[in-house]
């Protein structure tokens, strides 16, 4: 390579930048005594064809420009300064090292041992130092070209109680998609292909929450394993997509390609939403390598104990981000803006999101974490989702997240999951996980749809594993089935994995249908798992983070049974679209419609009575019916006008044995009609007061009240009617009546 002009360059911003003309390149370290910008000419390249230290320094951000250069090159950094583990210096020049900012990767790491810091093998440890150059191995960046041909992309800005979230992984997802082009299995482009829309729009969701796709490093135990990190949560570059999903490992394609998959989502109605993890790196613990924060300035990057040899790890990966740096909330929040503003995503779910809330050492939900994100013009725009727990001490969050986040409601999941399994002492709990979990949201002026309900998740069993396993089987993992979670809350029905028992299978395959159905009608939003809706098995493996094969890959070649349950999910998912009622945006009050003995939802006992405190705290109540009234006068929509829909009835049966649940009162000529059962498909017509509904053992059922049509003119009078009251309501909110002594 010819010799590089240098010019003194720009603080910000940092990174590597583009301007048309030249490259400025900028990365912050307070600590270092120099920091060397490194050219490669290409990924095989066993050492850099320039070493150049930047010659500028402005508020401990070592920059320059260079005229030479144009995007697609290669570069690294080497930081200058002392080696003193002891005092949290941990600088080794001899370490080619990422940019924090890089937009690109232009290699990834190949393990050796000369990724550490310090030399392998020594009795010192990590005190010991490192002279071997990983020029050779280290993982590159690469200079990235903004410009992309959005052809006028707008987000979608589904409002949250409309919104229906799809957990994706994207190599998982379509990789053995018959729909999908065989170039673009596993890839973004695979996710954009109409194979994949078609099943997304067939299904009924409105965003698709893809499992991490910032660049990450696969751990290098798994590595010899001959295994992979195939979750992703184990981050090296904040603001560049995984290389490894892209049809071709090329930097500036991949991220053309990951603009085009969002483009595609966005013109279909799909919102993308990203996982995120902000609370730790790839760079582990004391002993881990030396790849990119570590080595431009540990002490800045990372939270350090006493000694400061030491990491603070509330993450359970070996370190946790120093939150109290504002470098590092700065590297966050330039992330974050950068994947809304460049790349065009709808919202973010926060990994382990307790960590970023830790100040000192308690988690304090006003923390300088949240409050830089709530006075953001951009961030406080998107759609926001917690992850609300760690695991530190008092790590466990969920409720205590501030307005504008939502929380994967891990009480939903537990709740939904005991009720269903027939444990006692839950009814009351399962009726306000229904509602929205006002317990955990109302008081601090969030709404329903701060919670994000799901029963199953990527982190543990799947939904036909829930019902088949009580057990974990993680012996594929190389743990000796020491990994994953001992407490699944799950029933294997009466036989632990597969089995041919048709009483068995019919109770399971109920029981994901009363999870499914479930989860659904549940005020707040709705999560599924991606293969949920046709019944994949994990093979009792809730802990699959490493299983990038069959065990972890969508099967679509379905089964008379899983097409079935594909059908039933797109079912229940319709019925949820169609019903107001199941999407509020408001809490229950359990109040009286205009002033009648009929209130927003009330809870029914299987004679049809209302339910006593008595009943509720009765152990053994586990079957219970659930009225909501469809004319909410408490909802409007965006022009104002009240909100209604149909009244339903929704009957729940966790017992062994079948009920038969008593029809409750409703006016002359109204009568129950049932639209869904989980234990069959031979519905009823029609059910009257009185009338008893038999209502299986393990089973679920949702009925609509049938109101007779009104004739056009007694239609039109009560319009007439409504108007006129409206009027009058209206002249005394603008011209009130005050008289002296009155309130």
């Known amino acids: 390579m010819a010799y ?259 483009r595609q989502l966005h013109r279909n109605g799909f919102e993308v939403i990203l996982d995120v993890v902000y609370n730790h790196t790839c760079e582990g613990n004391h002993l881990g390598p030396t790849l990119c924060l570590k080595g431009l300035d540990n002490t800045s990057y990372y939270r350090l104990a006493d000694p400061r040899r030491y990491y603070q790890d509330y993450t359970g990966c070996g370190n946790t981000l120093n939150m109290q740096s504002p470098r590092v909330l700065q590297l966050i929040m330039d992330s974050l803006r950068y994947w809304v503003q460049e790349m065009h995503v709808d919202g973010f779910r926060f990994d382990l999101a307790a960590a970023l809330a830790r100040e000192l050492h308690d988690v304090d939900k006003l923390g300088a974490f949240f409050d830089i994100i709530h006075q953001d013009p951009i961030l406080s725009q998107v759609k926001l989702i917690a992850e609300p727990w760690d695991v530190g001490p008092g790590g466990y969050q969920v409720g205590n997240f501030p307005v504008l986040w939502t929380e994967w409601n891990g009480k939903y999941r537990d709740c939904v999951r005991k009720f269903w399994r027939g444990d006692g002492h839950t009814a009351s709990e399962f009726a306000t996980r229904l509602c929205g979990s006002s317990d955990l949201y109302e008081a601090t002026g969030r709404r329903p749809y701060a919670s994000i309900n799901f029963v199953t998740s990527h982190d543990g069993f799947s939904l036909h594993d829930l019902v088949s396993y009580n057990h974990k089987h993680n012996e594929a993992n190389g743990e000796n089935n020491n990994d994953g979670d001992n407490h699944n809350i799950s029933w294997n029905c009466g036989s632990e994995g597969p089995t041919d028992d048709p009483a068995v299978l019919k109770i399971r395959e109920q029981q994901k249908r009363n999870f499914m159905t479930t989860l659904l009608i549940s005020q707040g939003v709705a999560m599924i798992r991606s293969g949920d809706e046709f019944c994949q098995s994990q093979g009792g493996n809730n802990n699959a983070y490493c299983q990038d094969n069959p065990i972890s890959w969508l099967r679509w070649k379905l089964t008379k049974e899983e097409r079935r349950f594909l059908e039933f999910t797109q079912r229940v998912i319709r019925l949820w679209k169609s019903q107001p009622v199941l999407q509020r945006r408001k809490f229950f009050q359990g109040r009286m419609i205009r002033g009648e003995l009929v209130k927003d939802v009330v809870w029914l006992t299987p004679l049809g009575q209302q339910m006593t405190d008595e009943d509720w705290n009765k152990d053994y109540t586990r079957c219970l019916g659930m009225r909501l009234e469809g004319e909410m006068e408490d909802e409007i929509n965006e022009k104002g006008r009240p909100i209604s829909g149909d009244t339903l009835l929704i009957l729940f049966n966790s017992h062994n044995d079948s009920i038969p649940f008593l029809m409750p009162p409703h006016a002359e000529n109204e009568f129950w009609q049932p639209l869904l059962d989980t234990a069959t498909d031979s519905l009823l017509k029609r059910l009257t007061f009185q009338e008893p509904y038999p209502l299986e053992g393990h089973s679920l059922a949702v009925l609509r009240l049938n109101r007779p049509k009104v004739p056009f003119v007694d239609r039109a009078k009560s319009q007439i009617w409504q108007f006129v009251r409206d009027q009058r309501w209206q002249k005394r909110i603008r011209f009130p009546l005050f008289r002296p002594g009155n309130p």
């Open 4 to 262: 590089q002009r240098v010019w003194p360059g720009r603080p910000a911003p940092l990174g590597a930048t583009w301007d048309g003309k030249g490259v400025n390149f900028a990365v912050f370290s307070e600590h270092a005594t120099q920091v060397d910008l490194c050219l490669f000419d290409s990924p095989l390249a066993t050492k850099e064809s320039a070493r150049i230290p930047l010659p500028d320094q402005t508020d401990h951000v070592w920059n320059g420009y260079l005229p030479d250069i144009r995007p697609g090159q290669l570069y690294g950094f080497r930081a200058h300064g002392p080696y003193d583990p002891e005092r949290g210096f941990r600088f080794n020049a001899n370490k080619v090292l990422l940019d924090p900012y890089a937009k690109g990767i232009g290699r990834d790491l190949i393990w050796n041992d000369a990724a550490f810091g310090y030399h392998i093998g020594d009795p010192a440890g990590d005190l010991s130092f490192d002279e071997r150059d990983n020029a050779d191995s280290a993982p590159l960046a690469a200079v990235i070209n903004p410009r992309f041909n959005w052809g006028g992309d707008k987000p979608p800005k589904t409002p949250w109680h409309k919104t229906l979230i799809y957990e994706m992984h994207v190599k998982g997802f379509t990789c053995k998609s018959p729909w999908v082009p065989r170039e673009s299995r596993g890839k973004y482009a695979g996710v954009a292909c109409e194979g994949t829309l078609r099943h997304l729009r067939s299904l009924g969701v409105t965003a698709v929450e893809l499992m991490p796709v910032h660049h990450h490093v696969d751990e290098r135990f798994l590595v010899d394993r001959g295994l992979t990190n195939y979750w992703g949560y184990n981050t090296l570059a904040y603001l560049a997509p995984e290389m490894r999903f892209a049809s071709i490992p090329n930097p500036q394609q991949t991220v053309n390609e990951f603009k085009r998959m969002v």
